[in-house]
């Protein structure tokens, strides 16, 4: 599990493969798949994805909210 409690990622067995998929939790009963891979021929493989693609995700994430909070701040200096 993640150190977020917002994200996480989960196994979800397909008939005869695995898929995996990023989910936000956006509120106590519902949540919301973000990304997701499927066709993967064993679990460990989905999990592997799983943890992977939740480090890079989280990573963009915060580059992207920095880059953001960046130009919102330079807009209220000019106002």
Same mark, same amino acid.
């Given at each position: 599990?993640?150190?977020?409690?917002?994200?996480?990622?989960?196994?979800?067995?397909?008939?005869?493969?695995?898929?995996?998929?990023?989910?936000?939790?956006?509120?106590?009963?519902?949540?919301?798949?973000? /990304?997701?891979?499927?066709?993967?021929? $064993? %679990?460990?493989?989905?999990?592997?994805?799983? &943890?992977? +693609?939740? /480090?890079?995700?989280?990573?963009?994430? $915060? %580059?992207?909210?920095?880059?953001?909070?960046? &130009?919102? +701040?330079? /807009?209220?200096?000019?106002?």
């Amino acid at each position: 599990m993640a150190n977020s409690k917002k994200f996480d990622y989960r196994v979800v067995p397909d008939n005869a493969s695995w898929t995996a998929e990023i989910v936000r939790r956006v509120t106590s009963k519902k949540t919301v798949v973000s /990304k997701r891979q499927g066709d993967f021929k $064993s %679990e460990a493989d989905a999990q592997e994805w799983g &943890q992977k +693609e939740l /480090k890079s995700f989280l990573q963009n994430l $915060s %580059e992207r909210n920095k880059r953001r909070s960046k &130009q919102n +701040e330079s /807009k209220k200096k000019w106002v």
